[in-house]
């Protein structure tokens, strides 16, 4: 089975940037839309981006214009860049197909704005 594996999260400064990476075991970026989702401490999961299989984004309305996701098919890796960070963006963050199916959640990495 596909597993995720995420990376590249932290502790950073309001206004400040990072990006995460999540690797795939397997090669199905081509084949099926996947996402960016985070999970706040007291809060339901929600999606933030989506690449989809087409080539097409799409962002929630609370990350638009700050955070790109992106995929590289040959690495089996896709990519997200968060810039101009908020406090409310403390989560951890997973990647998933959407819609979610059968695939199991990778740990999460942890992303942490604050002063």
């Known amino acids: 089975q596909v597993q995720f594996v995420e990376s590249g999260g932290g502790l950073v400064q309001p206004g400040g940037s990072l990006r995460l990476s999540c690797a795939a075991s397997?090669?199905?970026?081509?084949?099926?839309?996947m996402g960016w989702y985070r999970q706040a401490p007291g809060k339901r999961r929600e999606l933030v981006a989506e690449?989809?299989?087409?080539?097409?984004?799409n962002y929630a309305d609370s990350v638009k214009g700050r955070f790109t996701i992106s995929r590289d098919n040959a690495k089996n890796t896709v990519y997200l860049q968060m810039n101009s960070l908020k406090p409310e963006d403390t989560a951890v963050y997973y990647c998933?197909?959407?819609?979610?199916?059968?695939?199991?959640w990778g740990q999460g990495t942890q992303v942490t704005v604050s002063s």
């Open positions: 998933n197909l959407v819609p979610v199916g059968t695939l199991d």
């Open positions: 397997g090669s199905i970026f081509s084949i099926y839309n």
């Open positions: 690449f989809t299989r087409f080539g097409r984004t």
